[in-house]
């Protein structure tokens, strides 16, 4: 799984994880609570910000369903 925070785009992180493809699709959201930071990385064209101080956890996490979708798409997301 992929972890980012809750005050960045869901859409951009799955995209740098590699989770959801530049032609749209679908992925899960799902919060794991505190995170302590993170390094900057640079994936699939998109570099993120590092981060050192704790936040608000979520993972990234693909899915089974498909369709022809081309639009970033999440589902079965647990976010408060």
Known sequence: PYTCDDGGNFCKAALHSGVL???????IVKKIGQ?????STDNNGIRSLSYNTPYNGYIIV???FSSD?????????SIN
């Open 21 to 27: 493809e530049s032609h749209g699709g679908y992925f």
């Open 35 to 39: 995170v302590s930071g993170y390094e």
């Open 62 to 64: 693909p899915t089974d």
């Open 69 to 77: 979708s081309t639009e970033c798409n999440i589902i079965n997301t």
